[in-house]
């Protein structure tokens, strides 16, 4: 699989094939498929069969900084996250007045950074995963600085407890 300079994948004849053969030929028509000839034949055969053809990919005339803005203003989430008071959220989960000055210190900084929906997306996307008994790792790496991302559920380290400064991950 390609992928141009925004990250939008292209998929080859050979990936297509790949996914069929690995027992995902439902999941041809939802994907961008480069542009060529073999294709096209399919699209045809496709057409006179009523079955569904495949995407072809056609590259956005837009900018990184533009492509990146559109996205994250449409987040793929249930609207009752969209629209979640983050800070309220954390400040329930604190248990001490100093895990409340952690957070607000914390916040203060996403949201200096405009990384709000960030969050709740991580908070839904934590909540999915909870639901539908998905294991994800206990954290790794500077994220387990942060006490929000531990509230939130995307790691497991306490860093308030472990002495992190946070700045770490969010440099």
Known sequence: ??????GIPQF???????????????????????????IHRFNQ????????????????????????????????????YK????????????????ELERVNLEMRDYHSRDMVNILRYMIY???FMRENKIVWGVGRGSSVASFVLYLIGIHRINSIQ??????EFMR
Not at 12 to 38: F, R, W
Not at 83 to 98: G, I, K, R
Request: a negative charge; charged letters at 30%.
């Open 1 to 6: 699989m390609k992928t141009d300079s925004l």
């Open 12 to 38: 080859t004849e050979t990936d297509l094939v790949n996914m069929i053969y690995k027992g995902h030929v439902d999941k041809c028509a939802q994907v961008l498929c480069e542009d060529s000839p073999e």
């Open 45 to 80: 055969a496709a057409a006179r069969f009523g079955r569904p053809e495949l995407d072809i990919y056609s590259p956005l005339d837009v900018t990184q900084e533009e492509f990146d803005a559109t996205l994250q203003s449409e987040w793929f989430m249930p609207d009752e």
């Open 83 to 98: 629209t979640l008071d983050v800070d309220a959220f954390l400040n329930e989960q604190c248990s001490s007045t100093n």
């Open 125 to 127: 996307l934590v909540d």
């Open 162 to 167: 472990y002495d992190l400064d946070f700045h």
